[in-house]
């Protein structure tokens, strides 16, 4: 369960074709530079209730290559009393244009328990082609991909996710969505809009969008349907909550705090 924390927070996908065309324009951001949030996940199989670890993600303002972008980080680690069992930290970041979303760099450092990875990856959007280099047993291997016009890594993914209307979509609605993962790239993939709901969260009560990203097989998850997303019903949707089942019982990820 603990080896999963930051792709749990990082909205994994399942496979699952549909006809619909891809469109990622984005009228208007749901964030601003500043913002972070933190979020503590617990683990719950019967009656046992076990508060895992943390996971932040903050969005500021940087430069790359002369131009001013979104530096958005998450970073995620198990609680020491846990790390006897199952030691997690991950870091995750992701240049972006502040307009678009579209990414120019994603790097991945994950060291969960034993295993350890390092992915860096870059985007041309002009070349449609992603260029991911990862060190694998201290050797670096090249890879390179080809991309769409609306391809996200699973940083960008997340904040492209806040700012879609979905006051657009009726329940059950799939929206398609294109992403990079570790040097591949997944372009049949949606998200299933399920309609409002208010919800408790450690903030107060909360009037929420739902919506359901399908699952990647082979990892813990079974793939397919389960996980449920809530973010907030307004003009910031911010995540308040994620719930999913794993192979022995349930991950839960809660909204801790809100920077602005």
């Not at 020491?80 to 790097?107: H, M, Q």
Request: charged share 25%; hydrophobic share 40%.
């Amino acid at each position: 369960m603990l080896k999963t924390l930051s792709y749990i927070l990082l909205f994994m996908f399942y496979f699952s074709r549909i006809n619909s065309q891809i469109s990622c324009n984005i009228s208007e951001l749901a964030f601003k530079n500043g913002e972070s949030l933190t979020y503590e996940v617990h683990y719950h199989w019967g009656l046992i209730w076990a508060n895992a670890g943390l996971a932040n993600f903050s969005v500021e303002f940087a430069a790359f290559k002369s131009s001013k972008v979104f530096h958005i980080v998450s970073e995620g680690h198990t609680y020491k009393g846990y790390d006897w069992f199952y030691k997690v930290r991950d870091k995750f970041e992701s240049w972006v244009d502040t307009a678009s979303l579209k990414p120019f760099r994603y790097i991945r450092n994950s060291n969960e328990g034993s295993n350890h990875v390092y992915n860096d990856s870059y985007f041309n959007f002009e070349k449609k082609r992603a260029v991911c280099f990862k060190v694998i047993k201290n050797k670096i291997k090249k890879d390179t991909v080809k991309i769409s016009e609306c391809t996200f890594d699973v940083m960008t993914m997340i904040y492209y996710a806040r700012c879609i209307n979905y006051s657009k979509y009726k329940p059950n609605d799939k929206i398609p969505i294109s992403l990079y993962l570790d040097g591949e790239v997944y372009d049949t993939l949606y998200i299933k809009y399920l309609g409002p709901e208010k919800i408790k969260t450690a903030l107060g009560e909360k009037n929420c969008i739902r919506f359901s990203p399908l699952l990647i097989a082979g990892t813990i998850f079974s793939g397919g349907k389960g996980m449920t997303v809530w973010v907030t019903d307004d003009e910031k949707k911010i995540p308040v909550l994620i719930k999913t089942p794993i192979v022995v019982g349930e991950i839960q990820v809660k909204i801790k705090s809100i920077k602005e």
